[in-house]
């Protein structure tokens, strides 16, 4: 098999994102199975109604709140703070 095909059938569980401690620490939690693939999506929800999709990969590292927040990885936190 290819290096690329293989990378692509990596399990990716959330827990092991970048994004996970930071939902995690505000608390949103996520109930998106493993993903595989170079690109990969986890929903993540709150108690107050936020929802969040976060996507990283190969060049997607970015995240979307549902209400139309938008960003990538870097400034996830920041936002997060003003809700």
């Known amino acids: 098999m290819e ?3 293989k990378a692509n059938e990596v399990i990716c569980p ?3 994102q970048w994004h996970y401690p930071i939902m995690i620490k505000y608390g949103f939690s996520s109930t998106t199975p493993p993903q595989k ?3 990969r999506g986890y929903l993540y929800t ?3 109604g936020n ?3 976060v996507n990283t990969g190969v060049n997607a590292d970015y995240w979307q709140h549902k209400t139309g927040g938008h960003g990538y ?3 996830l ?3 997060l703070k003003t809700l």
Do not use: A, H, I, M
């Open 14 to 16: 959330v827990e092991t």
């Open 3 to 5: 290096p690329l095909n």
């Open 73 to 75: 990885w870097g400034s």
């Open 46 to 48: 709150d108690n107050k």
């Open 77 to 79: 936190e920041k936002y």
């Open 37 to 39: 693939g170079l690109v």
């Open 51 to 53: 929802e969040f999709n």
